[in-house]
T-cell receptor, first 114, second 118 residues
Framework: EPEVTQTPSHQVTQMGQEVILRCVPI?????FYWYRQILGQKVEFLVS????????KSEIFDDQFSVERPDGSNFTLKIRSTKLEDSAMYFC????????????FGDGTRLSIL | AQKITQTQPGMFVQEKEAVTLDCTYD???????LFWYKQPSSGEMIFLIY??????QNATEGRYSLNFQKARKSANLVISASQLGDSAMYFC???????????????FGQGTILTVHP
């Protein structure tokens, strides 16, 4: 069964450094998302991406964040200057776009900021 | 106000018994969808079941069923014949605005940790 893949599974970065989290969505999916989950808390929406542009973003997704789909397969989340509070699990998800179709999640990247 | 409320931080169930995980939601949209995801200790998010606001019948997927009560704005997950492998965190999530322009972001509840005892 096709799945969303995320790399790396764990990223450790010094505060202030840039980090890029990578995702390969399911190939026929049209909508892409990033979510984050701070340890022990609920999953929070960051951004959605459709037709090569951001379609919606949350308050969390400030100027330090950006997303890109540099080629036909990868979908990346960049954090320009990481802060301690960026430490979380980051999930990429994709969907076909039909309202009744679920978003399929990757296994997540655990980001640890030191 | 919370859009998704899961009032049970933790639930315990005996193996082979059924368990209900509660979820209430708040939306002014007429068209929306409700999802349940399972998150094992390994961390991945696994889709379990979907219920659309206009679906007349409660959704079922194998041992999972959704007790959808639209007037009460509740969408409780029922797991029948619990197995040890069902021990995990369970999240209820909502997608709003399905009838208009919607890019389908999910809003999650706080989750319920389910522990299945042998």
């Amino acid at each position: 069964e096709p799945e969303v893949t995320q790399t790396p599974s764990h990223q450790v970065t010094q505060m202030g450094q840039e980090v890029i989290l990578r995702c390969v969505p399911i190939s026929n999916h049209l909508y892409f998302y990033w979510y984050r989950q701070i340890l022990g808390q609920k999953v929070e929406f960051l951004v959605s991406f459709y037709n090569n542009e951001i379609s919606e973003k949350s308050e969390i997704f400030d100027d330090q964040f950006s997303v890109e789909r540099p080629d036909g397969s990868n979908f990346t989340l960049k954090i320009r200057s990481t802060k301690l509070e960026d430490s979380a699990m980051y999930f990429c998800a994709s969907s076909e776009g039909q309202p009744n179709q679920p978003q399929h999640f990757g296994d997540g990247t655990r980001l640890s900021i030191l | 106000a919370q859009k998704i409320t899961q009032t049970q931080p933790g639930m315990f169930v005996q193996e082979k018994e059924a368990v209900t995980l509660d979820c209430t939601y708040d939306t002014s949209d007429q068209s929306y969808g409700l999802f349940w995801y399972k998150q094992p200790s390994s961390g991945e998010m696994i889709f379990l079941i979907y219920q659309g606001s206009y679906d007349e019948q409660n959704a079922t997927e194998g041992r999972y069923s959704l007790n959808f009560q639209k007037a009460r704005k509740s969408a409780n997950l029922v797991i029948s014949a619990s197995q040890l492998g069902d021990s995990a965190m369970y999240f209820c999530a909502m997608r709003e605005g399905l009838s208009g322009t919607s890019y389908g972001k999910l809003t999650f509840g706080q989750g319920t940790i389910l522990t299945v005892h042998p």
